[in-house]
């Protein structure tokens, strides 16, 4: 048991400094949830993407009051009318509720694949802004999201966010 201790106090005296080195990194956080939902970019895309979806939007607005007009009207009125007009205006109303459904799941999947670039390029804009952030700052390492918990003397999800809004307001 004696011939152990040297050899515990002999390893002992190589961790310590190889672990006191490691523990002088500046590490960084950041709250990308955080830089995703309030960075400029990401509303400037939610407003491109609204914009981009509008006309087809209104399109299928009209397409629905159009349908609620001919139901209106079948419901008011069916009682009155011909058995061939009435099949004829039920026949109407089922090919545009097909042609709505239709169009809504058409513009729901361009609007998930538009909004997957959009969100895509603000993400890419994001990474490389911290990455300068942290390269410009000495920072050894910058970690996200998946932190139980982190001290805000290493949060700096502030400061990117500030970096964020600069380049936005230039233009980058």
Same mark, same amino acid.
């Given at each position: 048991?004696?011939?152990?201790?040297?050899?515990?106090?002999?390893?002992?005296?190589?961790?310590?400094?190889?672990?006191?080195?490691? &523990?002088?990194?500046?590490?960084?956080?950041?709250?990308? @949830?955080?830089?995703?939902?309030?960075?400029?970019?990401?509303?400037?895309? @939610?407003?491109?993407?609204?914009?981009?979806?509008?006309?087809?939007?209104?399109?299928?607005?009209?397409?629905? !009051?159009?349908?609620?007009?001919?139901?209106?009207?079948?419901?008011?009125?069916?009682?009155?009318?011909?058995?061939?007009?009435?099949?004829?205006?039920?026949?109407? +109303?089922?090919?545009?509720?097909?042609?709505?459904?239709? !169009?809504?799941?058409?513009?729901?999947?361009?609007?998930?694949?538009?909004?997957?670039?959009?969100?895509?390029?603000?993400?890419?804009?994001?990474?490389?802004?911290? !990455?300068? %952030? !942290?390269? +410009?700052?000495? *920072?050894? +390492?910058?970690?996200? @999201? +998946?932190?139980? %918990? &982190?001290?805000?003397?290493?949060?700096?999800?502030?400061?990117?966010?500030?970096?964020?809004? &600069?380049? *936005?307001?230039?233009?980058?």
């Amino acid at each position: 048991m004696r011939k152990t201790w040297p050899i515990i106090i002999f390893i002992f005296g190589w961790i310590l400094p190889i672990s006191s080195s490691c &523990a002088e990194g500046k590490i960084g956080y950041v709250d990308m @949830n955080a830089l995703i939902n309030q960075s400029p970019q990401i509303l400037a895309a @939610n407003q491109t993407l609204t914009t981009e979806f509008e006309e087809q939007n209104n399109r299928i607005s009209e397409q629905e !009051a159009d349908l609620q007009l001919l139901e209106s009207t079948i419901s008011k009125e069916g009682n009155f009318m011909t058995p061939d007009k009435l099949l004829e205006l039920q026949e109407r +109303a089922r090919i545009l509720d097909r042609q709505v459904r239709r !169009a809504k799941e058409d513009m729901k999947d361009a609007i998930t694949i538009r909004n997957s670039q959009l969100v895509d390029d603000v993400q890419n804009k994001i990474k490389m802004v911290v !990455a300068e %952030y !942290a390269e +410009a700052n000495g *920072y050894d +390492a910058i970690l996200i @999201n +998946a932190i139980l %918990y &982190a001290n805000k003397k290493i949060d700096i999800t502030d400061e990117i966010l500030q970096k964020l809004r &600069a380049d *936005y307001s230039s233009g980058e």
